[in-house]
């Protein structure tokens, strides 16, 4: 990457090829390598601008645009808290030796708060730890051979959830073979967690299951099974405590844990798990910004002052984001969900950019209506789609200070009339 385009007809920030596909071990190691090696478009002057050949301005527009569509992870208060919560504890499961389930850990919020990106960021960093750690004390890998080292497993719960459909998630991530019966893919399953030396499992999506259904109740079943194998097992949903994953499960009052029960005897998928032992979780929530305290305010301007620094509109100025109107502007438009605010900021730079206001305004961010865009991997009925605040006034604008009148007690009017003398 470089920082100018430059006339050689290379582009090198834009991307080859699709995305990532973190659930599988290729693509989540590909995103993990190249999650923080974007480089932004460079700050240029109006007349830095205007002295570009056409070729090089028309580069440097689509170099601002992949800088506003990829921000990256800007790190809320909330963001924050699931991060330390769950970078301690994979440490510390990762470094009990001891036989027996791993505490686990659920995090639940809305749809669009950025719960798989905190996760998966946590998880990276984590796993970039533990893989320094390896290299120091196990050989490297053979050349020529494949890596049979994977310290993070990640994969998506199926919209219509079977037990067999989720060990083929998991399966899918280490590109295992798919034995034919349950208890054939179960024992897979095991073997590559075991095998690949896996400390970490997560689970996103976790509230597509539907316990009235009983396929649904026999995958929850079979994740709780997941813990007896030495894997600190992530959870991640929209709103977990009302969505009846923890039926049956009591916080503990000392802890504050979840304790939920084991399989009841003749249930259980994995046939040789030598206890029953009840599974515990703690449960993270990631809730959006709030507008009602002076801390939720600061915090909320806090994010907008990160978003405005990393923008690259050729008008913007300090505080284009976080004064006057526009921060409660933008907390009406979004709820305050960050996914939300992201998109609205993505079209508004794009249409600054195109218009040539370039700079964000209120009256340019009324006329753009948040779109969600491709939502075939989503599940509207599990809560992963949020409501998108409609009909938002425009605040008015502030009226201007009167100018206060000039005292003319001490002007001199000229010598008085000879009349009046």
Same mark, same amino acid.
């Not at 989540?28 to 070729?55: G, H, T, V």
């Not at 030396?197 to 396929?215: G, I, K, P, Y």
């Not at 050729?314 to 992201?342: C, H, K, S």
């Given at each position: 990457?470089?920082?100018?385009?430059?006339?050689?007809? &290379?582009?090198?920030?834009?991307?080859?090829?699709?995305? $990532? /596909?973190?659930?599988?071990?290729?693509?989540?190691?590909?995103?993990?390598?190249?999650?923080?090696?974007?480089?932004?478009?460079?700050?240029?002057?109006?007349?830095?601008?205007?002295?570009?050949?056409?070729?090089?301005?028309?580069?440097?527009?689509?170099?601002?645009?992949?800088?506003?569509?990829?921000?990256?992870?800007?790190?809320?208060?909330?963001?924050?808290?699931?991060?330390?919560?769950?970078?301690?504890?994979?440490?510390?499961?990762?470094?009990?030796?001891?036989?027996?389930?791993?505490?686990?850990?659920?995090?639940?919020?809305?749809?669009?708060?950025?719960?798989?990106?905190?996760?998966?960021?946590?998880?990276?960093?984590?796993?970039?730890?533990?893989?320094?750690?390896?290299?120091?004390?196990?050989?490297?890998?053979?050349?020529?051979?494949?890596?049979?080292?994977?310290?993070?497993?990640?994969?998506?719960?199926?919209?219509?959830?079977?037990?067999?459909?989720?060990?083929?998630? @998991?399966?899918?991530?280490?590109?295992?073979?798919? $034995?034919?019966?349950?208890?054939?893919?179960?024992?897979?399953?095991? /073997?590559?967690?075991?095998?690949?030396?896996?400390?970490?499992?997560? *689970?996103? /999506?976790?509230?597509?299951?539907?316990?009235?259904?009983?396929?649904?109740?026999?995958?929850?079943?079979?994740?709780?099974?997941?813990?007896? *194998?030495?894997?600190?097992?992530?959870? @991640?949903?929209?709103? &977990?405590?009302?969505?009846? *994953?923890?039926?049956?499960?009591?916080?503990?009052?000392?802890? #504050?844990?979840?304790? *939920?029960?084991?399989?009841?005897?003749?249930?259980?998928?994995? $046939?040789?798990?030598?206890?029953?032992?009840?599974?515990?979780?703690?449960?993270?929530?990631?809730?959006?910004?709030?507008?009602?305290?002076?801390?939720?305010?600061?915090?909320?301007?806090?994010?907008?002052?990160?978003?405005?620094?990393?923008?690259?509109?050729?008008?913007?100025?300090?505080?284009?984001?976080?004064? #006057?109107?526009?921060?409660?502007?933008?907390?009406?438009?979004?709820?305050?969900?960050? #996914?939300?605010?992201?998109?609205? @900021?993505?079209?508004?730079?794009?249409?600054?950019?195109?218009?040539?206001?370039?700079?964000?305004?209120?009256?340019?961010?009324?006329?753009?209506?948040?779109?969600?865009?491709?939502?075939?991997?989503?599940?509207?009925?599990?809560?992963?789609?949020?409501? @998108?605040?409609?009909?938002?006034?425009? $605040?008015?604008?502030?009226?201007?200070?009167?100018?206060?009148?000039?005292?003319?007690?001490?002007?001199?009017?000229?010598?008085?009339?000879?009349?009046?003398?």
């Amino acid at each position: 990457m470089i920082t100018v385009p430059d006339e050689s007809g &290379i582009v090198p920030f834009l991307r080859a090829g699709p995305p $990532p /596909d973190r659930t599988r071990h290729e693509g989540w190691k590909r995103w993990q390598d190249q999650r923080d090696k974007f480089i932004p478009a460079p700050r240029l002057s109006l007349e830095e601008y205007a002295a570009l050949s056409p070729r090089r301005r028309a580069l440097h527009d689509l170099h601002r645009t992949a800088t506003h569509v990829n921000l990256g992870l800007l790190e809320t208060p909330m963001s924050a808290k699931v991060t330390k919560l769950m970078r301690g504890r994979l440490r510390n499961n990762a470094l009990n030796f001891e036989p027996g389930t791993r505490d686990g850990l659920m995090v639940s919020g809305g749809g669009y708060l950025g719960k798989t990106e905190t996760a998966c960021d946590a998880a990276a960093t984590f796993e970039a730890l533990w893989r320094d750690l390896h290299r120091q004390l196990l050989p490297g890998p053979i050349p020529g051979t494949r890596d049979l080292f994977v310290p993070v497993a990640y994969c998506r719960t199926p919209v219509r959830a079977t037990p067999k459909g989720l060990c083929a998630a @998991i399966l899918d991530f280490y590109a295992a073979p798919h $034995p034919k019966t349950l208890h054939g893919m179960v024992r897979q399953v095991a /073997d590559s967690i075991r095998v690949h030396h896996t400390t970490a499992l997560l *689970l996103d /999506d976790v509230t597509r299951l539907r316990l009235h259904r009983e396929d649904d109740q026999d995958t929850l079943d079979l994740i709780r099974e997941l813990m007896d *194998l030495n894997v600190t097992l992530v959870l @991640i949903g929209v709103d &977990i405590p009302n969505s009846g *994953l923890l039926r049956g499960g009591r916080p503990d009052p000392r802890t #504050g844990q979840w304790i *939920l029960p084991p399989v009841k005897p003749g249930q259980t998928f994995n $046939p040789g798990a030598a206890t029953q032992t009840e599974r515990r979780f703690d449960l993270v929530d990631l809730d959006p910004f709030d507008y009602d305290s002076p801390k939720g305010i600061k915090a909320w301007l806090d994010h907008l002052a990160g978003i405005e620094d990393r923008l690259r509109l050729l008008q913007a100025r300090p505080g284009m984001l976080t004064e #006057g109107a526009m921060p409660e502007y933008l907390f009406r438009r979004t709820g305050g969900i960050v #996914g939300l605010l992201r998109r609205l @900021i993505e079209d508004g730079c794009t249409e600054a950019i195109d218009s040539q206001a370039e700079e964000l305004t209120v009256d340019l961010l009324a006329g753009i209506p948040i779109r969600l865009g491709n939502l075939a991997d989503r599940d509207p009925t599990a809560g992963e789609i949020p409501e @998108i605040p409609e009909d938002i006034a425009v $605040p008015a604008p502030a009226p201007r200070p009167r100018r206060k009148g000039r005292n003319t007690v001490f002007d001199d009017r000229g010598e008085r009339p000879a009349a009046d003398a």
